[in-house]
T-cell receptor
Framework: AQSVTQLGSHVSVSEGALVLLRCNYS??????LFWYVQYPNQGLQLLLK??????LVKGINGFEAEFKKSETSFHLTKPSAHMSDAAEYFC?????????????FGQGTILTVHP | NAGVTQTPKFQVLKTGQSMTLQCAQD?????MSWYRQDPGMGLRLIHY???????DQGEVPNGYNVSRSTTEDFPLRLLSAAPSQTSVYFC?????????????FGQGTRLTVV
């Protein structure tokens, strides 16, 4: 079984400030981890993913995430927030080692960026 | 490429009515899935398919049917709509070559059952 917990359903930052969205997972096997972004009235778009190898993963729009196995975490960061980053962000986990693995999503975190 | 296309974008149903949500992809992806999105609950898997003719239940399958007669299409049927099925529905597809492949999502169907 696998699960994802996103800490904080709403995060508010000022433009130019650090963005930190927290994600903790549980998985009985080495996981694949994903961050998706959803802009209003749109579908989900992949920001970045961790599969194997380097634990610091860089994604689109200046976001990055670090896989920490000892902490079972995959937190999303961006050094300087932009107004266009306002959206809902979802962390997701899929069990590794299988061809078809179900993607399990966290509850989502709504990011608000203030001028 | 159109990617994943869902129709309709919006729908209002009366309790007890049936309808089909359409999903089509033009990327020749083996895997397709249906999710529902409810506030504070993330996305939950309804049904999925690993190829034409093969479907299976996800986390919340009750009240929904699916079939996969072609690689491209994966319709979701609501048999007798209930207010609890008011939600936003997303279809997704991905290549079946490994667990790390990216899922591509449609724009969603916003369904209201009154």
């Amino acid at each position: 079984a696998q699960s994802v917990t996103q800490l904080g359903s709403h995060v508010s930052v000022s433009e130019g400030a650090l963005v930190l969205l927290r994600c903790n997972y549980s998985s009985s096997v080495p996981p694949y981890l994903f961050w998706y972004v959803q802009y209003p009235n749109q579908g989900l778009q992949l920001l970045l993913k961790y599969t194997t190898g380097a634990t610091l993963v860089k994604g689109i729009n200046g976001f990055e995430a670090e896989f920490k196995k000892s902490e079972t975490s995959f937190h999303l960061t961006k050094p300087s927030a932009h107004m266009s980053d306002a959206a809902e962000y979802f962390c997701a986990v899929r069990a590794g080692g299988t061809s078809y693995g179900k993607l399990t999503f966290g509850q989502g975190t709504i990011l608000t960026v203030h001028p | 490429n159109a990617g994943v296309t869902q129709t309709p974008k919006f729908q209002v149903l009366k309790t007890g009515q049936s309808m089909t949500l359409q999903c089509a992809q033009d990327m020749n992806h083996e895997y397709m899935s249906w999710y529902r999105q409810d506030p504070g609950m993330g996305l939950r898997l309804i049904h999925y398919s690993v190829g034409a003719g093969i479907t299976d239940q996800g986390e919340v399958p009750n009240g929904y049917n699916v079939s996969r007669s072609t690689t491209e299409d994966f319709p979701l049927r609501l048999l007798s709509a209930a207010p609890s099925q008011t939600s936003v529905y997303f279809c997704a597809s991905r290549k079946g070559t490994g667990g790390d492949t990216e899922a591509f999502f449609g724009q969603g169907t916003r369904l209201t059952v009154v």
